[in-house]
């Protein structure tokens, strides 16, 4: 199904460029095997380093366009004696025009130089010059695409080259695609097994669900914005960074009741079944409790996710003053006081924790004065 999503979402006769094992051996197995989508022509960024599969490509049909000669792609291109290599260098990014885009491209990585990757993805789109159309799984990441991203248009499970930078999302085939043609059977199943890389390739699915979320909200098409994330929590697998990044786009509807409980779950998630947490996924939880109480005004929600935090690392002043405040907001002072004195116990005190206990202390006596 992976797979197959993929490769729907490709315009007819296309070029599909992809990234590594996952995003091309299910792919070439449903079109030589099942006989799927064998219009789109798959290039692999991986193998296109190497002299023989630039040859397959140019010579097996459906064949791509390249005008390298043999003795080129062995004696020039692939070679790695030192001329040859230094010919590909390349310090600092620079302008390159191919199929009438113009565009900077900067070196992957730290090689001060362009992979035979880059040389030939640039080559191709030139020679290609719009006959085919262009598509870029969006599992390759940003480093492997030769800085095209500013001309690439989200369409499902790939990326469309355009002439244009900056092009919306294609809202037609984004819907298409997840409500009618993409198969997601069994992701949400507890009795199939997942093992954890088909969880983590799970998650790419997220791309076309948030990104038509964005275009919903950016067209303030509110309600559908709505329907939709309700759709990907039935048919998808929410991580905790999706309901994140949903409950943004739901607070940017003017939802904030719905996106607070995004909010809350993304925390609660992340904190799930853990005894303790990487500091930066525990700062993410962090800025989630705090984000619940700044943002979306949200404190029994927050306290729910400040307890989490509290839990795996009770030694952490922010998280208890954090739980303690939410405490206070929610009407119970004691009990914020009675979490405070119990920190100064365990690890000693300090002047924010003793400023904080005389504002609960103030607080409280006021609420015993009222009548």
């Known amino acids: 199904d992976y797979a197959y999503n993929i490769l729907q979402s490709c315009d007819e006769n296309s070029l599909l460029f992809t990234n590594g094992d996952n995003d091309t051996f299910p792919l070439w197995f449903l079109q030589e095997v099942e006989g799927v989508r064998r219009d789109v022509r798959i290039i692999n960024l991986s193998l296109l380093n190497t002299n023989w599969y630039i040859k397959q490509l140019r010579d097996r049909q459906p064949a791509v366009e390249i005008r390298y000669t043999d003795q080129f792609i062995d004696s020039t291109l692939t070679d790695t004696s030192q001329a040859d290599i230094e010919q590909r260098y390349w310090p600092e990014p620079r302008s390159v025009t191919a199929a009438g885009l113009k565009w900077e491209v900067a070196p992957a990585g730290d090689y001060n130089l362009l992979r035979v990757q880059d040389v030939m993805m640039i080559k191709i789109i030139d020679w290609n010059e719009w006959r085919r159309p262009v598509h870029i799984a969006i599992t390759v990441p940003e480093y492997n695409t030769v800085n095209l991203d500013p001309y690439l248009q989200l369409t499902g499970m790939t990326y469309r080259l355009t002439r244009e930078a900056g092009p919306e999302a294609d809202i037609d085939a984004l819907e298409r695609n997840l409500y009618q043609t993409f198969r997601f059977r069994s992701i949400t199943d507890p009795e199939v097994y997942k093992d954890e890389q088909s969880l983590r390739l799970l998650t790419n699915y997220r791309a076309g669900l948030l990104g038509l979320a964005e275009a919903y909200l950016k067209a303030t098409r509110h309600d559908e914005v709505d329907s939709l994330l309700s759709w990907g929590e039935r048919n998808l697998q929410y991580t905790w960074d999706t309901y994140y990044l949903g409950g943004e786009i739901l607070h940017g509807t003017g939802d904030v009741e719905k996106a607070s409980r995004y909010m809350e779950k993304a925390g609660l998630i992340l904190a799930q079944g853990r005894s303790e947490l990487e500091d930066g996924a525990y700062y993410n939880l962090m800025a989630i409790a705090e984000m619940l109480v ?58 924010q924790l003793e400023r904080a206990l005389e504002m609960l202390q103030q607080d409280i006596e006021n609420r015993v004065a009222q009548p």
């Open 294 to 351: 700044d943002k979306y005004s949200a404190a029994e929600r927050a306290d729910r996710v400040f307890a989490e935090a509290v839990r795996l690392r009770p030694d952490f002043f922010r998280a208890v003053y954090g739980l303690s405040a939410t405490q206070q907001l929610l009407g119970d002072p004691q009990s914020a006081t009675a979490l405070l004195r119990d920190y100064a116990a365990r690890y000693g005190s300090s002047q």
